[in-house]
């Protein structure tokens, strides 16, 4: 399986921006389809974004869409999540995680996660 590390969380105004990356290792990482999920608290882990092993392909979740944007290199082991606008019912735990040669809206669809990086919104 593949390791993964995410940063660059913290505590932003609304409207304000964020990127998140999240680092991987142990794996060939072009192999693995890349999705950020967020958790807040007292709810399900939900889906926000996914990348294509090559990063050609994207999707992301309604509540998301055109704030949000998911990106990776290859080079770098990295995927990242650029945040814009931040809303209110944005903060949560965010969390990225890896799966083989996947593209994939479901959290069973993943096999690696990382340990999380928190969000928080200010009003």
């Known amino acids: 399986q593949v390791q993964l590390e995410e940063s660059g969380g913290g505590l932003v105004q609304a409207g304000g921006s964020l990127r998140l990356s999240c680092a991987a290792s142990?794996?060939?990482?072009?192999?693995?389809?890349m999705g950020w999920f967020r958790q807040a608290p007292g709810k399900e882990r939900e889906f926000v974004a996914v990348?294509?092993?090559?990063?050609?392909?994207?999707s992301y979740a309604d509540s998301v869409k055109g704030r949000f944007t998911i990106s990776r290199d290859n080079a770098k082991n990295t995927v990242y999540l650029q945040m814009n606008s931040l809303k209110p019912e944005d903060p949560a735990v965010y969390y990225c995680?890896?799966?083989?040669?996947?593209?994939?809206?479901?959290?069973?669809?993943?096999?690696?996660w990382g340990q999380g990086t928190q969000v928080t919104v200010s009003t």
């Open positions: 995680a890896a799966g083989y040669r996947i593209f994939s809206r479901l959290t069973e669809s993943y096999t690696s």
């Open positions: 142990g794996r060939p990482f072009s192999n693995y389809g």
């Open positions: 990348i294509s092993t090559s990063g050609t392909m994207t």
